[in-house]
């Protein structure tokens, strides 16, 4: 009985530890991928202000649409929890 109990438990933990990898490794894929996007705006501003390049100034509200809307997007592929509360239908929604 005592061993059914631990084996129980374990398979519990375990699961519970998969979700949570799950869950952090989204949030790691979204700090990397909004970092890069800055990364892209901030560059394109520089070559936009220093160099006198036309053609970044007129991207800069591209780069700045994607840096403002890739956290979200990634937060929703990668993150289950996050995806699930999301598009959960609620009660007194109309």
Do not use: D, W
């Not at 009985?1 to 998969?18: F, P």
């Not at 560059?43 to 007129?58: D, E, M, Q």
């Not at 979200?72 to 929890?81: D, T």
């Amino acid at each position: 009985m005592l061993a059914v109990l631990l084996i129980r438990r374990r398979n519990n933990i375990c699961q519970s530890e998969k979700k949570t990898l799950k869950t952090e490794r989204g949030l790691i894929i979204t700090s990397l991928v909004s970092y890069v996007f800055y990364s892209l705006y901030l560059l394109n501003s520089v070559l936009a202000i220093y160099f006198k390049i036309t053609i970044c100034g007129y991207a800069q509200f591209l780069f700045l649409g994607l840096a403002s809307m890739t956290p979200f997007c990634c937060l929703v592929m990668f993150a289950p929890s996050i995806r699930r509360f999301a598009f959960k239908k609620h009660a007194n929604s109309i």
